[in-house]
């Protein structure tokens, strides 16, 4: 009897990766050169976001999403960070704000106005100044309205009540540079991947630990909830430096479930999962390709479906959530892919190929909508809930309701008893060369300036000159 592959029956064994045609891209956009590992692209339902190359401090482009084609040089920024911008994330509730942090040691909240930027923005909704270094991440919890965590390289994540715009809590069990933040569905546990080579998962509310994993054989680099099934993926890389992924039991992080070996490659994977169809999506820093797999309960637990393929190298990717899709078009998700030699954000649209036009109710199961489950109050006094659901039935469109409303901060930020302003640590080696070189430039910028100002002088000396020893030309 001859061999046969083993068949899986799947209904997205089909999809196929679709990506837009050039004048439905956004193009002539001066992508951020910055090598810090995050995607500098945040989108929502209304607004595209995209870090760029500025001078002076750090800046990022918000395009509304009809406003495809090429964008003018002079386009309106947002510009009030004094320090690179390494990190931006819309509020899930309300669809004009957008957090922001830099390396000015601040995160800041801007409120964008109706039909997008007129004019250079430069003055923030909200300031917070807590971290003593430079900010690298922020994550929205998923379910309570106006609670924000933010994670700096003094290896502490703060967790921001923005009713009170104060922190109120500081974790502050890591110790090295925390790579990533991901909360579960309901938002009551925080992972984090850090880069002393442990995975830990949290009670953010208390700060407690409830697991911990020394990777040794697999460095973790970025980690992802996998929705409600207690499991979390992780991508990193193997002993030998190739490029793998894992699969954990959240309630036993002592050896992971699975370990695969993707490939030799050494750009960082950044692993996109889907729980409304199971689907785990991943692309590779400076890769063209775009990997997806299905998870199931039960083993081998990941199962590869297929693989979109671009010669384009992409930076950075944003994600359209779920409410922003096209349903008529059977597109259960949808990546902004950052090409920054062209200078182009390209959308790639992931579609289940179907005959009928009706509306698919077996893709599209109810999903958390944009409407928040709780108070920061109730989360914070300890309550936890599930995320409101909603249908994307209809192509459901939701004009926001809620407001955001800054508070009125003191000076000081207190938290555990500690200032945080007061409290800061010595600056690191590398912080105090980037001080050196920078003084350094600044004072060959200077000579270069009386340079040229002393030749100025003796030019107009010798003018002089010539004129005193020839009156008659005069």
Known sequence: M???????????????????????????????????????????????????????????????????GRIEPNYPKVCGHQGNVLDIKWNPFIDNIIASCSEDTSVRLWEIPEGGLKRNMTEAALELFGHSRRVGLVEWHPTTNNILLSAGYDYKVLIWNLEVGEPVKMIDCHGDVILCMSFNADGSLLATACKDKRLR????????????????????????????????????????????????????????????????????????????????YLAGKGDGNIRYYEISSEKPYLSYLMEFRSPAPQKGLGVMPKHGLDVSACEVFRFYKLITLKGLIEPISMIVPRRSETYQEDIYPMTPGPEPALTPDEWLSGVNRDPILMSLKEGYKRNSKIVFKAPVRKKSVVVNGID???????????????????????????KDELSQKDIRIRQLQLELKNQRNNPKNN
Request: include cysteine; charged fraction near 25%; charge should be neutral.
């Open 2 to 68: 001859s061999w046969r592959p083993q068949y899986r029956s799947s209904k997205f064994r089909n999809v196929y990766g679709k990506a837009a045609s050039r004048e439905h891209c956004f193009d002539g956009i001066p992508i951020t050169k910055n090598v810090h590992d995050n995607h500098f692209c945040a989108v929502n339902a209304r607004f595209l976001a995209i870090v760029t190359e500025s001078a002076g401090g750090g800046a990022f482009l918000v395009i509304p999403l009809e406003q495809t």
């Open 201 to 280: 998962v949290l009670e953010p509310r208390s700060g407690r630990v409830l697991q911990e994993a020394s990777c040794k054989n697999h460095r973790v680099n970025r980690v992802v909830f996998l929705g409600s099934t207690k499991r979390l993926l992780t991508t990193g890389v193997s002993r030998w430096n190739t490029r793998q992924i894992a699969l954990w039991d959240q309630e036993d992080l002592s050896m992971p479930l699975i370990e695969e070996e993707i490939d030799g490659l050494s750009g960082l994977l950044f692993p996109f999962y889907d729980a409304d169809t199971h689907m785990l």
């Open 420 to 446: 945080l302003l007061e409290n800061v640590p010595p600056r690191t080696e590398n912080e105090l060369l980037r001080v050196f070189f920078r003084q350094q430039d600044e004072i060959r910028r200077l």
